[in-house]
């Protein structure tokens, strides 16, 4: 069986463009996320973001499912899950 130690998702490291990379809790990753998508227009969000009613649900989906996400032409933003601590 697996140990669950393997499945914590506590901290991330995040890639933006033209940025250095951060390392962020699970909380800062989230309110990053939801600072992203109020920029957005709603018909340029992606599809699976559409059926959420709040930003929050939005942001929370993507930290849950997702390890990127569309900004624009030439543009990233990714985030990967790391352990800082053996």
């Known amino acids: 069986m697996p140990d669950s130690l393997m499945y914590q ?3 991330f490291v ?3 463009t033209n940025q250095p990379e951060q390392f962020l809790t699970a909380s800062e ?16 969000l992606p599809q699976d973001l559409r059926s959420f ?14 390890c990127e996400l569309d900004i624009g032409v030439g ?3 990714q985030w990967y899950a790391v352990r800082l601590e053996k």
């Not at 989230?30 to 018909?43: C, D, G, P, R």
């Open 75 to 77: 543009q990233y933003l």
């Open 9 to 11: 998702q506590d901290d």
């Open 29 to 44: 990753l989230l309110e990053k996320l939801k600072k992203v998508l109020q920029n957005f227009n709603f018909q340029d």
């Open 53 to 66: 009613n709040s930003v929050e649900a939005q942001a929370q989906y993507l930290l849950d499912t997702s």
């Open 14 to 16: 995040v890639l933006e």
